[in-house]
């Protein structure tokens, strides 16, 4: 089984709303990601979880949060959002680099749409 | 900051076309991978290049590891309308950080 899960598919909330983004996998994987991607664009890299533990933020704003409450599964909590945070956000998954693989090889989940009006 | 290159950006072609897809830098990479993504849905990993010079055939993909294991080719050939996508190329630039090249968009038309 090589699948990433994701919900909701869809999500539109108001500047002031709090909601959160959720992601599964049972491969195993010990190292988790969040990403953003703006049409036409590749994914950006936002948040890596390994074991269980945030390892890399890449600034991203505080109105994110990430949560990583076992190793199968992510949340993305979002407060008070701004319309440019409007993007497809992508979960994926992997072995740890020091774990079974010697290379980096992501699978990622169908993917959220988020607007935010 | 390294950076993959990827050509052409863009690409319309007719059923049954072959074509290649290019992916490069100046960095030296350990492995490589390269996704399809269809609007709206997540990239689908397609292959992992490990080593230079590698050549690996997923149906009428070919993927091709630069000797030097500095770029990697993708080569559809009889091109079919499900071909059609987001073609991205990745590689770990150490510690998990993932770099995605710029992207080829491909479409093929019946």
């Known amino acids: 089984d090589t699948e990433v899960t994701q919900t909701p598919k869809h999500l539109v909330m108001g500047m002031t709303n709090k909601k959160s983004l959720k992601c599964e996998q049972h491969?195993?994987?010990?190292?988790m990601y969040w990403y953003k991607q703006k049409a036409k664009k590749p994914p950006e890299l936002m948040f890596v979880?390994?074991?269980?533990?945030?390892?890399i933020n890449e600034s991203v704003p505080s109105r994110f949060s990430p949560e990583c409450p076992n190793s199968s599964l992510l949340n993305l909590h979002l407060h008070a959002l701004q319309p440019e945070d409007s993007a497809l956000y992508l979960c994926?998954?992997?072995?740890?680099?020091?774990?079974?693989?010697?290379?980096?090889?992501?699978?990622f989940g169908p993917g959220t749409r988020l607007t935010v009006l | 900051t390294q950076l993959l290159e990827q050509s052409p950006q863009f690409l319309s072609i007719q059923e049954g076309e072959n074509l290649t897809v290019y992916c490069n830098s100046s960095?030296?990479?350990?492995?490589l991978q390269w996704y399809r993504q269809e609007p709206g849905e997540g990239p689908v990993l397609l292959v992992t290049?490990?080593?230079?010079?590698e050549v690996k055939k997923l149906k009428r993909l070919t993927f091709q590891f630069g000797d030097a294991r500095k770029d990697s080719s993708l080569h559809i050939t009889a091109a079919q309308p499900g071909d059609t996508g987001l073609y991205l190329c990745?590689?770990?630039?150490?510690?998990?950080?993932?770099?995605f090249g710029t992207g080829t968009r491909l479409k093929v038309l019946a």
């Open positions: 960095s030296v990479f350990s492995s």
């Open positions: 290049v490990v080593t230079g010079g």
């Open positions: 491969m195993g994987h010990r190292a």
């Open positions: 979880y390994s074991y269980e533990k945030l390892s």
């Open positions: 994926a998954s992997s072995h740890p680099l020091w774990g079974t693989a010697s290379y980096n090889e992501q699978f």
């Open positions: 990745a590689v770990d630039s150490g510690t998990y950080k993932y770099i």
